[in-house]
């Protein structure tokens, strides 16, 4: 499934209101979001410090937080106008974690495991290529360098097919090369899906992003378009 970028739709992809997640008996909020709308085909990245409840925000959109909250996620988001479950979720979105794991078997398999498990049609060739990674195909994935690993794992996740991709820190850890490449990569499969990702990055964030959303202490504090999203929309 791909999304035209400059489709028109009635209602947001993601309408947040009166969302607010605590850890634990924490004494505050690691997030709290009285109103928040993210538009199908934008790419948004989620800038602030450890702690400011980027990943929570992630963590949140694909259910990857304790079960007892599915009821408290339904009430307070919405998926294009309907109440967020979590088998939308499994079917539209998939996570991409700050530390990814490698299957065992080549970069190959690794990349062809996730494509076989949605019955897709998709080039697992094309896509390591994008990652610059066609050279290492018949390789072992887990003997790979980390920025080689980090790149793989991205791989397998955009090869799974889904529209909505959330991903945390895909650069973290990657050396300025492999870094380098992620960011090629993902401007250009951000031209078919909805991309959501958290950063310490500045330059990714400033150079990826359709719009960024900065967070303190689990609150938005600032949502901008970066100057080359406003430039393109003008």
């Known amino acids: ?10 209602e947001p992809l993601f309408l947040i209101q009166n969302l ?39 963590k949140l959109l694909n259910f990857l ?15 294009r106008g309907l109440p967020y479950e979590k088998k939308t979720a499994r079917k539209e979105t998939v996570y991409l974690h700050q530390h990814p794991y490698v299957f065992r078997g080549s970069v190959s398999h690794n990349v062809k495991s996730a494509i076989l498990s949605r019955q897709s049609n998709t080039d697992p060739l094309e896509i390591l ?59 250009s499969i951000k031209t078919s899906k909805t991309i959501i990702f958290s950063t310490h990055s500045v330059r990714a964030a400033e150079k990826l992003a359709d719009r960024i959303l900065h967070l303190d202490k689990g609150q938005i504090i600032s949502d901008r378009r970066p100057e080359h999203a406003e430039k393109s929309s003008s």
């Not at 290529?129 to 791989?155: C, D, P, T, W, Y």
């Not at 799974?160 to 650069?171: A, H, Q, R, S, V």
């Open 1 to 10: 499934m791909t999304q035209d970028k400059n489709a028109q739709t009635n």
């Open 65 to 79: 937080l304790p079960a007892q909250n599915s009821d408290m996620v339904r009430r307070t988001i919405k998926f």
């Open 129 to 187: 290529k994008i990652l610059h990674l066609a050279n290492k195909i018949g390789q072992e994935a887990a003997l790979l360098s980390g920025g080689e690993m980090q790149r793989v794992a991205l791989a397998r996740t955009v090869a799974n097919g889904k529209p909505i991709l959330f991903l945390d820190e895909p650069t973290s850890g990657a050396d300025s090369t492999s870094a380098e490449h992620i960011i090629e990569a993902l401007m």
């Open 20 to 58: 607010e997640y605590r850890y634990h008996q924490a004494s505050r909020p690691a997030l709290s979001i009285a109103s928040l709308s993210l538009i199908e085909g934008e790419c948004v990245a989620l800038v602030g410090s450890n702690g400011s409840g980027k990943t929570t925000l992630l």
